[in-house]
């Protein structure tokens, strides 16, 4: 049986804002001490916010430059570029077509992918299965981008000292002895869709002086999830992953997850029987970042030298929608 051309990743790279806004900023803005909460439960002691005039397709464009030098390519090597993110830096047309323009990638295809936060998990599958299915595509740029900062409501405690800031991808190139991309698994429970979001700026609700008036335009917790829907979820699709990639639990060397809760990281890693050690994190100087933030905790655990060519690693995603996603990888 000839070996089937499979998607590799060759370099990973992460962007984030030059400005940092520590736990004590939110004391004085919100009036109370949410610092101690914030590190005692969620172990986050500061964030990256965007700077006046700057934007999201800054931090996709640096990304994007660094993975490009780290794997040796040109922009114009590139065959397509996937931006996954839900916070554009236009409605319309594609972040991912001012990406090319910018790094004058004049022979990639582009386009954007919208998973809420399991946005990255899904656009690298999708990246996989474009190499894997069409030889045209040899290398293909997927970027998670998070500049939900601008959507904040300052005064809204629940979401204002979480959520931050970032760019962070890979490189994804065709493989002709077929490692890398083993499989993925997709999973959206639609009736939690308008628990949490922003429920403003499209069709149904396009921004005018009254939306603004409302803040509808700013993300907002509608209802409270079930603390325990993430854990069960996770830990049952990532079961699946590493079944149905012929593999066992005991041979994973890193699990990225979304970063949105250290205590369903450790429930999940604790359910599934593995050490914490297999689990990077990046929410303790980076707070949540969305989209960008399991690519960006994959970049720090390669930067450390914790993966190593034929490593078993996992990709668990999963935000607003409620949307979900696992991907399993030979790294």
């Known amino acids: 049986m000839p070996i089937r051309r499979n998607a590799r990743i060759i370099a990973t790279g992460t962007a984030v804002p030059d400005r940092i806004v520590p736990n004590a900023y939110f004391d004085e803005l919100l009036g109370e001490n949410v610092s101690t909460w914030l590190e005692e439960n969620l172990t986050i002691k500061e964030r990256r916010w965007l700077s006046e005039g700057e934007s999201v397709a800054d931090l996709i464009e640096s990304a994007a430059r660094k993975i490009l030098s780290k794997a040796g390519l040109d922009p114009s090597d590139l065959d397509l570029i996937i ?69 904040l409501n300052l005064q809204d405690k629940k979401t204002v000292t979480l959520f931050a800031d970032a760019a962070s991808g890979v490189l994804l190139q065709a493989d002709p002895e077929g ?74 060397k890193q699990i990225f997850f979304t970063q949105i809760n250290i205590n369903s990281i450790r429930a999940t890693m604790e359910a599934l029987g593995l050490s914490m050690d297999k689990s990077q994190t990046v929410m303790g100087l980076y707070g ?43 790294w």
């Open 288 to 330: 949540y970042t969305g989209s960008a933030c399991i690519p960006m905790a994959m970049n720090e655990a390669n930067n450390q030298g914790k993966l190593k060519r034929g490593d078993l690693i996992i990709f668990m995603g999963s935000g607003g929608g409620l949307a979900f996603a696992s991907s399993a990888w030979i």
């Open 179 to 252: 490692q890398g991309h083993l499989g993925g698994l997709l999973h959206t429970e639609g009736q939690y869709a308008d628990w949490m979001g922003i429920y403003a700026g499209g069709v149904k609700s396009p921004v005018t002086p009254t939306v603004l008036g409302k803040k509808d335009n700013l993300l907002k917790f509608v209802k409270k999830f079930p603390p325990e829907l993430n854990p069960l979820t996770w830990e049952r699709m990532i079961r699946k992953v590493v079944s149905d990639s012929g593999h066992e639990l005991s041979q994973v």
């Open 83 to 151: 931006i996954a993110t839900d916070t554009p830096e236009y409605i319309s047309p594609s972040t991912a077509s001012l990406i090319q323009h910018r790094l004058g990638a004049t022979g990639a295809g582009t386009f954007d992918l919208n998973a809420a936060c399991a946005g990255f998990v899904t656009a690298i599958d999708l990246g996989a299965k474009y190499i894997q299915a069409d030889p045209q595509y040899e290398n293909i740029l997927v970027i998670g981008a998070y500049g939900m900062s601008r959507y």
